[in-house]
């Protein structure tokens, strides 16, 4: 295994503890922010921060030495990418989350590398896919059925239903990003920049929705609203969205997915160490199978690319 691979499969195990605490900071965010105003100030400052930082770092560079005509068609499709991951992932999940809780957020949120393998059989030049990585992200959406289970009684409470099918819409939105962010990412360009190109484009999507969708009122942010929208930011936007442009760089788009099979394990470890929840056996259980899940997608993406098939 090179460097560059290991550095990869690194970055995405911070994603997965990162992006696991982000439902918690979430929910603390909307006691004080409404959803898509929350996305906006968040992601675009997260953004912000990003270009600044590859500006300075003089990361840059490939994008600038571009011809013009093949900039703009990158920029375009950067903040396209941006659209769906932030602006339809983020933002629909944070809108949902009002009226879903985190748990089963998370669970709607694990078919990502499910939804990520059946666009990239449709998508024309995706990279292939075969029944070990079918088969375990399945696997995986299984075991957080276990984990989760008695979070599927919210199903039958008609006030979670559009908080439902937003969370749904997310998991597409942000699927169809992640494999527009595989297929367009310039390898010749910095994962910071990119990250930072997306970040923003998706956090200004944000404030348009905010202006037409969020309810108007005076906001009084708490220390803990703005505390939460910090770590937001810092951690949950700029700092693991630059790790996930480095992962996908570097992985396929369906393992890059998978930490979306981490995430709710890690909320459930969260809970039981510092709020008192009960893990039960069958959570136990649960949790094994997704690692499972994990481990027969990662062994299908080396059998593609150990012995690839003649064109």
């Not at 030495?65 to 602006?87: N, S």
């Not at 994962?191 to 190109?197: E, I, T």
Request: contains cysteine; aromatic residues 12%; glycine residues 12%.
């Amino acid at each position: 295994m090179t460097r560059s691979l290991i550095q990869a499969y690194a970055a995405l195990a911070a994603i997965c503890i990162i992006w696991g605490t982000t439902y918690t900071a979430i929910k603390f965010s909307l006691r004080d922010f409404p959803p898509y105003l929350l996305v906006g100030i968040r992601q675009t400052a997260a953004g912000l921060l990003l270009l600044a930082w590859a500006w300075a770092a003089g990361r840059a560079s490939s994008l600038m030495d571009m011809p013009l005509a093949e900039r703009r068609r990158y920029l375009w499709r950067q903040a396209l990418t941006g659209l769906c991951t932030i602006t339809g992932g983020n933002g629909l999940i944070t809108w949902g989350m009002q009226e879903v809780s985190s748990g089963l957020a998370a669970v709607i949120g694990s078919l990502t590398p499910v939804v990520v393998v059946l666009i990239n059989v449709f998508w024309r030049g995706a990279e292939r896919v075969n029944r070990p990585m079918i088969g375990g992200v399945l696997l995986g959406f299984g075991g957080l059925g276990l984990v989760f289970h008695h979070g599927w009684a919210d199903f039958l409470n008609p006030a979670y239903r559009w908080g439902i099918a937003a969370c749904f819409g997310s998991c597409f939105t942000w699927s169809l990003g992640t494999v527009m962010a595989k297929q367009w990412n310039d390898a010749r360009v910095s994962p910071v920049l990119n990250a930072g190109l997306q970040v923003t484009a998706g956090g200004l999507g944000g404030f348009v929705l905010s202006a037409l969708f969020d309810p108007h009122h005076t906001i009084a942010p708490t220390t803990e609203g703005w505390a939460s929208m910090a770590y937001l930011t810092l951690v949950g936007s700029a700092l693991a969205f630059s790790l996930y442009m480095f992962a996908l760089q570097h992985l396929s788009a369906a393992v890059s997915s998978l930490y979306t099979y981490i995430n709710p394990v890690v909320a459930i470890g969260l809970g039981w160490a510092f709020l008192g929840e009960q893990l039960s056996t069958l959570e136990a259980i649960g949790m094994l199978v997704a690692i499972a899940g994990v481990w027969l997608v990662n062994y299908g993406y080396r059998a593609v690319v150990v012995r690839p098939t003649k064109a």
